[in-house]
């Protein structure tokens, strides 16, 4: 789906203003007291699906008979079955159409952060700081950003989900209509009937998994920002986006300038940056061969330890006291192991997470330009080849359902992308990395139906 909110960049909504999200402070009394009155929201499941098995013609005459009506019926449509069935439908449903604001401005994720700010005072730096304070302020918030960014993204993701399943779920149930219908003018055994409302079974499983998967991630979302009305939730809902933006050309879009991902991520750190200057200092205060000695202690400790499993666990000793009292020795060995414990750690994650970014990358686009290509060159032929009856209904049904899944894949692999963005820009502002452990779920196989 085309549109130009998707052409923009995940953080376009940080320049939108802010509604007054925060209430007055007795507003956080109401939200916590349990007789506070709340209206009940429920969720929207897809109707039932249908299971009975249509009584065939009696006799050959009535077979005829109906078979005639059938096809008079279908003919007054371009489309024959497929175009019958969308007006029956059309004709059937009586439901109003759900209540959108037509001005609302879409829910982006600078308007989420700013509204979950409001409820966490200890992310704001502020006058009296030292330097630690400060550094420790800056890296909860940037995990609170990429916490943020990771909601919006799943909510938006769970939201077109939804709507995908839902209309796979649609094909389905075509198919198992037009399936009644063949077995009531005798055309289809009840057990060829059988095999398309299984299908439809599955697809009205995946359809309220995925309804119950979006209503958690926008839940998620009214949590961070301290939205507890279910009405404000579900007007919440209502302004989320049609979809994620467009994938950039390249991965490496955020490279730093000098080409120097390690680099980039050791300099945003800015724990790492106040270790570095003590460590150098209590380095140069060593006399000298003070740390051969200590270094050559420690290494004969080490090669004493056992290896594991061959004997009691115990720990390398070291029982050079003078070495041991030396309070500048000991204070440079613990700068040490500490600086580079966190470099090596932050080195680790800088080539983890630019990694990740990569192949998310690389994985989207494929998602996108094959599989949801080929799925859709292949309903394309598929529409052709029924359109001169070369394939039957419930081929271009399904069809229709596999392109849709291909489509499912391409927007879930989306996300990922973003999620690994979000990350990596998390650790460039000094965050530690945290891998997206929410893969893109693979689309279940539809099985193929022939037959006309």
Partial sequence: MNTPFRSAPLWWALTLALPAWAGPPD?????????????????????AQRLDTPDGPADLAAARALWREANQRVAEFPRGHIDLLRWEAAQADTRPA???????TPLGVGEVLRASLRLRPGLFTHAGMNPLEQARVRIAYAEHVREVQHAWITAVAA???????????DASRQGSELGRRMVRVGNWPAARLMQEQAIEAAAWQASADAELAARDAIERLAGLMGLWQADAVSALADRLPPGLPALPERADAGLPADGGVEAAVLRADPLLALEREPARRAFAALPDGRWRAWDSARDAALRALPEPGQGPAMPPHIDQLGLL??????????????????ASERRAMARSAWARLQASHAFAQHAERHIAGLADAQQ???????????????????????RLDALDSAQQARAAW????????????????????????AAAAQPDAGGH
């Avoid at 394309?380 to 596999?402: C, H, I, K, P, V």
């Avoid at 990596?424 to 997206?436: I, N, T, V």
């Fill in 27 to 47: 507003d956080a009394l109401r939200a916590a007291d349990p007789d506070t009155p709340v209206a009940t929201s429920t969720l929207a499941l897809p109707p």
């Fill in 98 to 104: 759900p209540a959108r604001a037509a001005t609302a």
């Fill in 159 to 169: 939201r077109e989900r939804a709507r995908l399943r839902a209309a796979v779920l």
């Fill in 325 to 342: 009292r030396d309070a500048r020795l000991q204070e440079a060995e613990e700068q040490r192991a500490r600086l580079l414990a966190r």
């Fill in 380 to 402: 394309q032929e598929g529409q052709l080849r029924y359109n001169g009856m070369f394939d039957s209904t419930w081929q271009l049904l399904a069809s229709a359902r596999q």
């Fill in 418 to 441: 973003w999620r690994a963005q979000a990350s990596w820009q998390a650790l460039l502002a000094g965050a530690p990395y945290q891998p997206d452990t929410a893969a893109p779920a």
